[in-house]
């Protein structure tokens, strides 16, 4: 599963970055890496981008960038 | 005297409340200036401390030290070139461990580290405790906690960074385990001890050619390093291989492995965070229905308080600006009855310029106190978030959306302050989009011509009109955009969108006053200035060659013709001997300063205090003006209104053949064979050309070009009277171009700064232009030949627009990352 999947109010946990260069490294440097438990917290009005909730902090995110974080439901 | 000198630079992830230990630090003693070379701003200052002058710089906010954004090359070649005697890592102690990310890169470069752990009052309140010597402890640096906001550890930090800076620089003890890849590390820093790197520290580097970072390939190969290179790229690759993880994932999951190690010694969470103020705020604020109403009363709030309240507030600086105009005219020598000096006329034309602009300041003051707010508070991620999906669809951010608001999406903006905050965006490419765009909204110069145009030719349907210009503008940039960044744009970098949410901040009225005059002070200074210049030329080009000598003559003859009359009149009248011919220049300009002095004076005891001045100054030329019951001063008083009267006229005939004669009629005229398919003849294209220097000078060129022999006659019913042959569909192409075409100075010099680029200033101006006119070309031209109304060509072209804007939006480039 991708982290784009999850709906808002479901939680997971990270299991792989499958991105490379400039947008892996901004999603490691934003503190996205495996292992980490996420709860998606809600869509924008217009259904994106995404916001979520990591260790206590939030983030955004564009959907076509959660494609890339491979998840585990929880 | 201890004269030692010490360089500490600020760094630390975005959110931790880096402005305000810098603030604390430097207090009023700051500065702002570029990077060399790139447009991110610079922040310095500096202190003293036991004799020792202490410099500040305050590098960019970022959340790590790669080459990927330009923020963190400036940083961290900040910290490699000039060498900082510290670098002060400020840090969110509630959200420790995310930030010791960023410290490790630090450590890693080998510089004096000091850890300065800001927010502890907010750890505090959420239950957090820190371990602050075990803490300093595991990293091997002096940790300095404080409560900044609050006043608290200060004094503290200020000992530390001294004790730190003036200190034998020692080796940073603390080293980040990368497991397995510290055999592929030990080699390449191995190659590169061998090769006699001795610049930059080695394991760094070796770190930072594992990630695969450009900038850091590029300083090894310039040192003749290419061998390290291909060798690099066999043990990447060697690396993927036997891991099946990219290095540079390796490299981040290892910090954080460390982070959590260390967080685990010398944090202690008390009690479990339950829900926190900000999400609940953010329940609101984000929510799909409400949010959007949030964010357009934001808006409007910042509309009304702005541009409409600022306006207001406009009425009590502008006497101030018209105050030094009079005092301007009153150190100019005095003009004559028909002829004028050129130093006063160019001091004149020069004051009103400029003028024209610092009449903004208070709007502009407001507008960036207000902008400092919504950054403060954490507002503009929150815009952001609300709006990306529909502005990601026309090449533009989700950030594109408080400039877009300040340039005036509908009605009412300002160029310049909107251009100024595309800073804020860090995809290059929706940022140079965004402020390409910006300058085709509708500025608050725009309107009056709007207006003036609306009330002659769409008198009937005002309502409909001013809707169509408010929203035409957006429908042909949002296209215009998109166009741009499938084009030109193409190779300009971009950025992921993700963006960190941060927590809701009470702005402080330091950070947003101080920002504000910053930024007005930054406004003056590179604004004005140029504005002042380009002011000079065009009135060299309005006023040379000037008149003939044929002319001139002819004026003269006029004038003695008018004075001749008026001593007709006043012949016989005992106070005649008073206003002799040589005396009537004084009594026009007496009049004139009396007119002025009581100008916007109502209460009455003040006008008795400036009547009591000009009684003193002439006694005979107040009964003039005030004849009361004196039949006699009645009479010149009568004779002398038709001898202004005529002055005036002449006046404004030279004034209106001098621009006919000018260098920039000339050029006006010398366009027409190009407007002629918008239907503008060469007196709207003077009123155009002369709108460069301000918009709002286009309606004061198309005053003094159209002339009326009536007194007082609106500029409405002069221009109506003059071009006859108008129509309505030329007045919408002239709304079109002015709406597109005249980019004026002050816009067009902040999009040179933004975009630290001469090449993107001229296109900007080039293309506006050019779609200016064609744009008008295809409405007034296409309207013709269909036989439409002002009013049909209207409704046509806005829905042409529309569907086009649809259209682009629905065009999809190539995916990103795909």
């Known amino acids: 599963m991708t982290l784009d999947q999850i709906k808002p109010g479901e939680q997971c ?62 | 005297m201890n004269t030692q000198k010490c360089l500490v630079a600020l760094a630390g992830q975005p959110n931790c409340g880096k402005s305000t230990v810098f603030n604390a630090l430097t207090g009023a003693s700051q500065h702002v200036a570029n990077y060399p070379g790139v447009t991110v701003e610079k922040m310095y200052g500096a202190y ?51 930030h010791l990310y960023l410290t490790f890169q630090l450590i890693e470069m080998d510089v004096p580290v000091v850890l300065n752990l800001n927010m502890m009052d907010v750890a505090e309140r959420r239950g957090i405790e820190i ?142 965070d339950t829900v926190t103020l900000s999400d609940r705020i953010d329940r609101v604020v984000c929510h799909k229905i409400v949010g959007p109403l949030v964010l357009v009363g934001v808006v409007y709030a910042l509309y009304h308080l702005s541009i409409v309240e600022g306006y207001k507030l406009t009425n009590y600086t502008w006497p101030l600006l018209a105050r030094l105009k009079s005092l301007t005219a009153a150190v100019m020598p005095d003009p004559a009855f028909v002829t004028e000096p050129m130093i006063r006329s160019l001091a004149l034309w020069f004051v009103d310029s400029v003028n024209a602009l610092l009449n903004y300041i208070p709007i502009f003051f407001i507008l960036f106190a ?35 608001v300040l340039g005036g999406v509908f009605v009412g903006g300002c160029a310049v302050p909107a251009v100024m905050s595309t800073k804020g965006i860090p995809d290059e490419r929706a940022r140079f989009a965004t402020l390409l765009i910006i300058p085709m909204l509708n500025c608050l110069a725009k309107i009056p011509l709007y207006i003036l145009m609306i009330n002659i030719y769409f008198a009937d349907h005002k309502g409909i009109a001013m809707m169509f210009m408010a929203t035409i503008t957006l429908l042909m940039a949002l296209p215009v955009a998109k166009i741009l960044s499938m084009t030109l744009l193409k190779g300009r970098e971009t950025a992921p969108f993700i963006m960190e949410m941060p927590p809701y901040h009470l702005p402080t009225l330091r950070g947003v006053l101080g920002r504000a005059v910053e930024r007005i002070w930054l406004f003056l200074k ?146 027409e064979p190009v407007t002629q398919w918008a239907g503008f003849n060469w007196r709207v294209n003077v009123a155009l050309l002369s709108s460069f220097a301000a918009k709002e000078s286009s309606v004061a060129t198309l005053g003094a070009i159209y002339q009326s022999d009536e007194e007082g006659a609106t500029l409405e019913k ?18 079109l171009v002015m709406a597109l075409f005249p980019p004026c100075i002050a816009t067009v010099l902040t999009i040179k700064i933004q975009t630290g680029s001469v090449k993107w200033m001229m296109f900007s101006m080039a293309y506006q232009m050019l779609l200016g006119i064609v744009v008008a070309s295809i409405v007034f031209t296409g309207g013709r030949l269909l036989g439409l109304s002002g009013l049909q060509a209207m409704a046509l072209f806005f829905g042409m627009a529309l569907t086009f804007t649809i259209a682009m939006g629905f065009v999809n480039p190539r995916h990103e990352y795909q």
């Open chain 2, 131 to 272: 371990d602050v010597a075990r803490l300093a402890e595991m990293l091997g640096v002096s940790v300095a906690p404080t409560a900044i906001k609050r006043g608290k550890g200060k004094k503290n930090l200020l000992n530390i960074i001294n004790e730190v800076g003036l200190s034998e620089k020692g080796k940073n003890t603390f080293t980040i385990d990368y497991g397995v890849m510290e055999a592929f590390l030990e080699e390449i820093e191995k190659l590169l001890a061998d090769r006699g790197e001795a610049d930059y520290p080695l394991r760094w580097l070796a770190v930072k050619l594992m990630e695969a970072d450009d900038e850091v390939e590029k300083i090894v190969q310039q040192s003749g390093h290419d061998a390290v290179i291909i060798a690099v790229k066999q043990k990447r690759r060697a690396f993927e291989d036997e891991f099946d993880e990219l290095p540079e994932q390796h490299i981040a999951y290892a910090r954080y492995k460390a982070a959590d190690i260390i967080a685990d010694e010398s944090v202690f969470v008390k009690k479990k």
């Open chain 2, 526 to 671: 590179k604004i004005v200035t140029i504005v002042a210049a380009v002011a000079i030329v065009i009135f060299v080009l309005m006023q040379f060659p000037g008149l003939s000598g044929d002319s001139k003559a002819h004026y003269a003859e006029e004038a003695e013709k008018a004075k001749a009359v008026f001593n007709k009149k006043i012949k016989d009248n005992p106070y005649a001997e008073h206003v002799r011919r040589d005396n009537i220049m004084a009594l026009i300009l007496y009049v004139d300063r009396y007119k002025k002095a009581r100008a916007g004076i109502k209460d009455k005891e003040k006008a008795k205090v400036v009547d009591a001045r000009f009684i003193e100054e002439n006694e005979i030329f107040f009964k003039v003006i005030k004849p009361k019951g004196d039949k006699d001063a009645k009479k010149i008083n009568k004779a002398l209104k038709k001898l202004i009267s005529a002055r005036k006229k002449i006046l404004r005939q030279i004034k209106a053949e001098k621009i006919n004669n000018s260098f920039l009629g000339k050029i006006g005229r010398s366009l």
């Open chain 1, 13 to 74: 946990r990270i299991k792989k970055l499958s991105a490379w260069d400039k947008l892996c490294q901004r999603l490691m440097d934003m503190g996205v890496y495996p292992g980490l438990r996420v709860k998606v917290i809600r869509n924008a009005p217009l259904e994106d981008p995404v916001e979520v909730e990591l260790g206590g902090y939030f983030l955004s995110l564009r959907h076509d960038e959660a494609v890339f974080v491979e998840v585990d439901l929880l």
């Open chain 2, 718 to 735: 002069r221009m109506s009277e003059t071009e006859k042959n108008f129509t309505p569909l030329h007045a919408l192409a002239l709304l």
């Open chain 2, 370 to 404: 207000l902008i400092a707010i919504l950054e403060d508070t954490g507002y503009m991620p929150r815009m952001a978030f609300l709006l990306d999906r529909l502005f990601k669809r026309f090449g533009l951010h989700g950030q594109s959306t408080l400039p877009m």
């Open chain 2, 48 to 98: 003293r401390k036991h004799g020792t002058r202490v410099n500040v710089v305050d590098l960019p906010g970022t959340y790590s030290l790669t080459s990927y954004s330009l923020e963190e090359r400036v940083a961290r070649d900040f910290i490699l070139r000039d060498k900082p005697s510290v670098v002060v890592n400020v840090m969110d102690a509630s959200n420790l461990k995310r």
